[in-house]
């Protein structure tokens, strides 16, 4: 029978995704034939599947830890934040609608039903499936129609770790006062405890974690020190591509806009030791030594253009192209980039329409239809070929079409200035082919140093999976599951 066992937090952001990879690529170096599930994730990155849909990056990287291609079963409730209260809803790969925050409740019986039948079709495809929480089961404010913690562990009958974060902070708190706000029912399903992101003498927590065990009453699976090369897998978060602090080199800075997508893009680059990558957060001006700027994707395009202008970024890329620089924008970031985003139908908001860059000869209307693809493209500035994917919703043309960025199947693809310094394109996940990074930055002026993007992301998983092995009772926590 298919076994299954769920990580949770004591909070979001403490690891719980990097703990879920390194498990899967553990299991899958002992030959147990592995897949990851998260039943709810709440993210702008995301990766196109096997199957033609779409699930969160985190998932996608889980996948590739367990030797697999990313499938919709392995994340089937996927929420993409549009506003601050608002959401797309993508259910088993495809979008269901939008819903507000206090709405979003009276979906959850109908969303349980298609997370359970996802994970159903997982356990029947393997032996092992290594669950992932979302946030924490603390909020017990959410515990009714619960999908993503408790509830999903008491539906599937699975049992569960929980993981506190002593980096931030208060781990014995955040552990044990989980235990104290659960539910007797819900307590007594988590089968031990772990403590993820030490730095530092490790002896000096043996107090501390025998006092977690004693207090709970729950066995501890290890204290596990931060992962260095965490940095090397592609991010979950924006503010966690954490790219090594260099001085010089080719300066490129992207704009960290308020519903930032897809921003793994950005992952090779942060590689080469000839680029200093920039993640500029609001109120921060674009600084006068920027050779590129980046706008990367967005779940929102009409809305990120407003809050690109309430930074002065507007003004700013203007001044940096007087200077000189260079532009690029990717999806979202390449429709800014036009006359106008005209949204008819209200697909990503109010129905409306909004004024853009007017930096390339390009308007953008968006439909209700998205583009979910992997592609093969042929660049149109080097030469070189590259693979990457589509996942958007409009249509964009203009007169700067007649140059375009690549060529997808003998179709053009993005938009060109006619001074070469102002480039858009669809494709994401463009820099993860070598050869093609190192003819694009050579446009630049900058040698790559024949990095190999893959080997370095299995490299890292390979690290990932012999560090937990050395610190974690990785034996214990795979034999938990039933």
């Not at 004693?214 to 897998?233: C, H, M, N, R, Y």
């Amino acid at each position: 029978m298919t076994r299954a066992v769920m990580i949770q937090g004591t909070g979001s952001n403490v690891g719980k995704s990097l703990l879920v990879a390194g498990l899967c690529r553990a299991a899958r170096r002992r030959g147990i034939d592995v897949a990851p599930f998260k039943s709810q994730n709440m993210s702008n990155n995301a990766a196109v599947t096997v199957d033609g849909g779409e699930i969160g990056r985190a998932q996608a990287v889980q996948a590739r830890a367990a030797g697999l291609a990313p499938h919709t079963d392995m994340n089937p409730v996927l929420l993409k934040p549009e506003t601050d209260t608002g959401a797309q809803i993508i259910v088993q790969g495809r979008m269901l609608g939008r819903a507000e925050a206090m709405d979003y409740g009276t979906l959850k019986p109908r969303l349980m039903a298609a997370v359970l039948d996802s994970f159903g079709r997982l356990k029947a495809r393997h032996e092992l499936v290594i669950v992932e929480g979302a946030g924490s089961p603390a909020e017990v404010n959410l515990r009714h129609r619960d999908i993503a913690n408790m509830g999903f562990a008491e539906a599937a009958d699975v049992p569960v770790i929980l993981a506190g974060d002593i980096d931030r902070g208060g781990v014995i708190a955040q552990i044990v006062g989980t235990q104290a706000v659960l539910p007797p029912e819900d307590a007594a399903r988590i089968s031990g405890f772990l403590v993820n992101r030490f730095r530092g003498d490790l002896r000096l927590f043996d107090d501390g974690y025998a006092k977690i065990a004693e207090v709970t009453g729950w066995p501890g699976f290890g204290v596990l020190p931060w992962f260095s090369d965490a940095w090397k897998l592609p991010a979950e978060d924006a503010f966690d591509l954490d790219a090594p602090k260099r001085a010089g080199g080719l300066h490129i800075v992207c704009l960290a806009l308020s519903r930032i997508a897809n921003f793994d893009d950005l992952d090779p680059l942060k590689q080469e030791p000839g680029v200093r990558l920039t993640m500029l957060g609001p109120g921060r001006a674009i600084p006068g030594d920027a050779d590129l700027v980046i706008l990367p994707g967005t779940k929102s395009t009409r809305g990120d253009l407003a809050f690109l202008r309430a930074q002065g970024w507007d003004v700013d890329l203007y001044a940096h192209l007087r200077r000189g620089g260079r532009i690029l924008g990717i999806c979202g970031g390449y429709q800014m980039l036009g006359h106008v985003v005209r949204d008819p139908d209200g697909i990503e908001g109010a129905a409306g329409e909004t004024p853009g860059l007017g930096l390339l000869d390009v308007a953008t209307v968006m439909a209700p239809d998205k583009r979910l693809t992997e592609v093969a493209a042929v660049h149109a500035g080097t030469g070189h070929s590259f693979t990457g994917y589509e996942i958007h919703i409009g249509r964009t043309e203009g007169a700067d079409c007649a140059r375009p960025f690549a060529h997808v199947a003998g179709r053009a693809e993005g938009a060109v200035s006619r001074d070469g310094r102002v480039q858009g394109s669809y494709l994401h996940g463009m820099f993860r082919d070598d050869a093609f990074r190192a003819a694009w930055l050579a446009g630049f002026g900058v040698e790559a140093v024949g990095t190999a993007y893959d080997a370095e992301v299995e490299a890292a998983l390979d690290g990932l999976a012999a560090h937990m092995e050395a610190h974690l009772d990785v034996a214990g926590l795979l034999a938990a599951a039933r």
